[in-house]
């Protein structure tokens, strides 16, 4: 993570393969992994990553979250759709309103109807669906 905070990306990357190599079970290794990837370009490199990631630990919001952006930047919208949607919904299940906020921000352009769900839990007390500007 040292390396990632530096900006060395692909030092980072060798340093979460290696821990992955090490303990492959650690979920986070491979979201950090995946992170790593995204920040290079490396698209399907962090889409393998984040679903390892969810595989090994299905309530990690940020790893849906990830996925969904990578799938948005690659134009596969349903599946944008699908993973930010979740991260959503695993956002505020752990009370993170702010990671919540931030899978609505990009579930408003791919998908209105999805986003109005996320709207309507995030200020349940709204009577209409309305734009946040953030």
Do not use: C
Request: aromatic share 10%; net charge neutral; glycine share 6%.
């Amino acid at each position: 993570m040292a390396y990632e905070e530096k900006g060395w990306n692909e030092a980072a990357i060798v340093s979460y393969e290696e821990a992955i190599r090490l303990k492959p079970a650690l979920a986070e290794a491979h979201r950090s992994l995946g992170i790593a990837y995204e920040m290079k370009g490396r698209w399907d490199e962090a889409i393998t990553s984040y679903k390892e990631a969810i595989h090994l630990k299905p309530d990690m919001a940020e790893a849906h979250y990830h996925l969904g952006v990578v799938h948005a930047l690659d134009g596969r919208r349903t599946l944008a759709d699908h993973y930010l949607y979740e991260a959503a919904t695993l956002y505020l299940k752990q009370g993170n309103r702010n990671g919540a906020l931030e899978a609505y921000g990009h579930l408003r352009s791919l998908n209105p109807s999805r986003a109005q769900n996320v709207y309507r839990k995030l200020y349940p007390e709204s009577k209409g669906f309305e734009t946040i500007v953030r």
